[in-house]
């Protein structure tokens, strides 16, 4: 017969079960002794009559060993004497006394700047070796900072999976690495738990243009640097300093002359920037000098910038009688273009106005008189030459020349009077000429 016992984890002495023996003989032979294996710990402690208690030896561990099959083999005094065995099983129950345990120590993270938010940076795994709801993990940040920043605005943690995520994508120029804790929980009662350091690393990308701290950049204030014009090949001049927020082979700088007045005049140095002349300054080369010169990364793709050198060839500036913008051509060609166009669009509107107003007053001088002295002149032009009616009966000789008045305020009128242009011919009273005005 077999029995089953459930206890839950117990110090040493804890009684777990009650054992009785019967014996139908009488006397000595019915006196029962019992043992049980010695490999089990546990033992059978006498007590009253034939009852026997099974008692631990030893700490009880179910994440050791949950099941216990334990023989106790009961032998009586008789002679010869007769045993009998029977088996118990004993089952361990749980108890939530073990906290998870993350696999590694502390666990590294890496990811390249500009990442999209939601990718997955890496996961932490803990084991809880107890039972069921005491052996279910769940996961969470610690709160904390980072740059200042609530820790969860930056990563997040999958509470069943423990896979990391980004919760915003990062840069490497404000911040390169930080580092976050993770808690592992468990489920039972009272729940425990665990942390673990999580250390994340951003990677660098190519994503800043060399910034040139010298001379200043175009658009900036301007600046002229002086060369003897006893300067030797090989003299140092100038120098351009730049610097780069990338790092690695992102942040390895090349300088190289893009343009520049005379070619074969200067030189500059393609990793320290250093311009210097390759050969002797001689009396035909100009005395300005504009070098323009681009920076360039090492990066893939690389990323560049431009700035503008301007030199002046002279041992003293009191030899230029007056030093103007080296510039002034190539900044303001646009401004020039446009100030010449505004200046011939303002001068031609000009001149067309001019030649309106002259012709509206040509025009009015040609205009006859219509209204003078009280009365409406005729122009000749509205008359026959060398023809008047007179009553509709006959003509004018062709020596005499009109002219015709009519009387204000009318379209239609008749002849006020009619003089002669000629001097040496007597005026001729004659009943006033009608003459239809059309």
């Known amino acids: 017969i077999t029995f089953f016992i459930l206890v839950f984890n117990v110090s040493p002495g804890t009684e777990v079960g009650i054992i009785n023996v019967q014996d139908r003989d009488s006397e000595t032979n019915k006196q029962v002794r019992c043992s049980i294996q010695q490999n089990a710990p546990f033992k059978l402690v006498p007590s009253i009559k034939n009852y026997y208690s099974l008692v631990t030896t030893g700490q009880l561990d179910r994440e050791l060993l949950s099941d216990y099959n334990i023989t106790i083999t009961a032998t009586d005094e008789g002679s010869p004497p007769l045993s009998s065995s029977k088996t118990v099983q004993l089952s361990v129950a749980d108890i939530n006394d073990n906290p998870p345990v993350f696999e590694e120590q502390s666990y590294s993270a890496y990811v390249t700047e500009n990442n999209k938010p939601g990718s997955t940076l890496c996961s932490v795994t803990a084991r809880d070796p107890d039972w069921r709801q005491n052996g279910t993990v769940i996961y969470s940040l610690l709160a904390g900072e980072v740059n200042g920043a609530p820790v969860s605005s930056y990563l997040s943690v999958n509470g069943d999976t423990g896979v990391i995520h980004a919760v915003r994508s990062f840069d490497y120029e404000q911040f390169r690495s930080f580092k976050v804790h993770v808690m592992a929980r468990d489920n039972g009662s009272p729940p425990l738990s665990s942390n673990v350091t999580v250390s994340v690393f951003i990677s660098d990308v190519n994503d800043n243009s060399p910034q040139i701290l010298y001379p200043s950049p175009e658009g900036n204030s301007f600046m002229t640097e002086l060369v003897p014009k006893a300067a030797h090949g090989g003299s140092l001049v100038s120098k351009v300093i730049a610097v780069d927020a990338d790092s690695g082979q992102n942040a390895w700088l ?105 012709g509206v007053r040509f025009c009015r001088r040609r205009k006859p ?62 009943p006033p000429f009608s003459v239809p005005w059309c």
């Open 254 to 358: 090349s300088y190289h002359i893009v343009k520049s007045t005379d070619p074969g005049l200067f030189t500059i140095g393609l990793h320290s920037g250093e311009i210097r002349t390759q050969r002797d300054i001689s009396e035909s080369d100009s005395m300005k000098q504009n070098l323009i010169v681009s920076v360039k990364d090492n990066g893939q793709p690389s990323l560049s910038a431009t700035c503008s050198m301007y030199l002046l060839i002279s041992d003293n500036l009191a030899e230029v009688p007056e030093l103007k913008d080296i510039s002034y051509d190539e900044k303001n060609s646009k401004l020039t273009s446009y100030l010449i166009i505004a200046l011939v669009s303002v001068s031609t509107f000009f001149l067309t106005f001019i030649i309106i107003i002259l």
């Open 369 to 430: 008189r219509l209204l003078f002295d009280g009365a409406v002149a005729i122009p000749s032009a509205y008359l026959p030459p060398n023809y008047a009616d007179v009553d509709g009966t006959g003509t004018l000789r062709s020596a005499y020349n009109y002219d015709a008045y009519l009387t204000t305020g009318s379209r239609t009128s008749d002849f006020k009077f009619v003089t002669s242009y000629n001097d040496n011919t007597l005026p001729i009273s004659t």
